[in-house]
């Protein structure tokens, strides 16, 4: 009997959350019985002395009986659309705001709210079923699965969270944009351009006037002025046109122009697509510089020695071609990022003219033309074998090509002393005899052979 009390009103401090409108009622009655309407004081027995009391709100056991679990929680996300979400955003706000400050049902509430909104961007911005490459007006699109670095859409200039938002990388011209702004792309990929054309603008900053550009933007056509109505011009000074601020961002680069004339090499102020087609040809050797401005030579030293250091590699070429120990060792691997280097020695690319002014090309490319000479000169006995001996004077050392004391005949490849060669005469002796051979071979036979 004592135990049937006990439960009673342990029942009764603990409202039941399946019924909570109609008050608390008997778990256990029959099918034709009524439950009389009692107050919870009228249905608690009067307890004997000495047993405790249940009633205590402040002692009372939480077992998760109280919890509502039929109700609707406050910024709960069952809704299918954007429409719903937006709504359910609102009420969640409008909670967050009724509820007391620093509470624990308020920052709930706010934890619910950034729920809301991460739904609701997933919504607008879809990950699922993306396909991870794109290939749209030359462009070649690569699904990023990075989602901590922070980008700039290249297309509407806004910032790409890369935790909740899918986006795109253009492996061509490093393009990045948000995956709902690739249908609005208009303009192709720069890499084709470098592909097709890859050669500079060496005008400097070849403006024309903003009247020739029917006052538009150059890339995208939209309605532009200098004084910033509707929106501000904004000029390139590698192409000299002008750009709205979402084509111009006021990128800076070394403008090939500028370089080549002036050994300028102050960054100024590009437009994006002028930025990534420079990004993209820094390193193709396309500039001639003994056609484009030969007196460049003349102001700048370090030009010459890159160039005496260029010469003496291509003639350290074919040793190395017909030695097996340099091909081994792949020595010619050591200007592997400046190809150009062992083909020519006329053509340099932006990237060499910036190492020549930083003073980085110059050291480096002597400690190479110093592995090459050592491994010519003193490891390798069949490079060795290859020598020249002076014909002029036949003393001294064993001659090389590349030594700072030689002359090379540009016709035999012959290999003199400098003074040698300059003092007896400006012909090559070597190139002398066989002219004299060719001229008795093809001289007529005298009366006497005839007969």
């Keep these: 009997m004592e135990y049937d009390e006990k439960l009673a009103r342990f029942r009764q401090a603990h409202l039941n959350p399946f019924n909570k409108q109609s008050g608390p009622r008997q778990h256990e009655q029959g099918p034709g019985e ?28 939480d077992l998760g009986l109280s919890e509502d679990h039929f109700s609707r ?15 359910a955003i609102e009420e969640c706000k409008q909670v967050i705001l009724e509820l007391p400050e620093q509470s624990e049902k308020q920052k709930d509430a706010v934890v619910r709210l950034i729920h809301l909104r991460l739904k609701l961007q997933e919504l607008k911005d879809p ?25 700039t859409c290249d297309k509407c200039n806004a910032i790409i969270w ?12 490093y393009y990045r944009c948000h995956s709902k702004c690739l249908n609005l792309i208009s303009k192709p990929c720069v890499s084709s351009k470098v592909s097709h054309q890859a050669e500079y603008e060496l005008n400097i900053c070849p403006e024309t006037g903003l009247d020739s550009q029917d006052y538009r933007c150059a890339e995208c056509r939209a309605p ?14 590698y192409t000299g046109q002008y750009y709205c601020s979402h084509c111009h961002w006021n990128d ?27 990004a993209l040809m820094v390193s193709r050797p396309v500039l001639r510089l003994r056609e484009i401005n030969p007196l460049l030579f003349s102001y700048v030293e370090e030009l010459v020695e890159i160039r005496k250091l260029r010469q003496d590699i291509l003639l350290m070429k074919p040793y190395f071609i017909t030695c097996r120990e340099a091909m081994e060792a792949r020595l010619l691997l050591q200007l592997q990022d400046r190809q150009h280097f062992v083909e020519n020695d006329e053509m340099y690319s932006v990237q060499d003219l910036l190492d020549v002014h930083a003073g980085r090309l110059g050291c480096s490319l002597t400690e190479i033309h110093t592995l090459f000479a050592k491994h010519i000169k003193l490891d390798c006995e069949r490079c060795q074998a290859k020598g020249f001996v002076c014909e002029l004077c036949r ?17 035999c490849s012959a290999v003199f002393h400098r003074d040698c060669y300059y003092d007896n005469s400006t012909t090559c002796p070597k190139c002398a ?13 005298g009366p006497d052979v005839e007969a």
């Design 433 to 445: 005899r066989l002219s004299l051979r060719k001229q008795s071979l093809f001289q007529e036979p």
């Design 162 to 173: 890369g935790l909740i938002q899918t986006w795109y990388t253009c492996t061509g011209c």
């Design 252 to 278: 800076l680069a070394v403008i090939p122009a500028r370089v080549v004339h002036n050994w300028d090499f102050e960054p100024r102020k590009v437009s994006r697509c002028s930025m990534r087609y420079l």
């Design 34 to 61: 009524e439950v009389p309407d009692v107050t919870p004081e009228e249905a608690l027995p009067e307890l004997p002395p000495g047993e405790p009391e249940f009633r205590c709100p402040e002692r009372v056991m």
């Design 73 to 87: 929680p406050v910024g709960l996300f069952l809704a299918s659309d954007v429409q719903q979400l937006r709504q």
């Design 127 to 151: 990950n699922e079923d993306e396909p991870n490459i794109r290939v749209l007006l030359e462009h070649r699109f690569y699904k990023e699965k990075s989602k901590s670095v922070k980008q």
């Design 395 to 411: 003393e001294g050392d064993v001659l090389f090509p590349f030594d700072s004391h030689t002359s090379v005949c540009a016709d």
């Design 224 to 237: 532009i002025s200098l004084r910033g109505v509707p929106s501000e011009a904004r000029q390139c000074d």
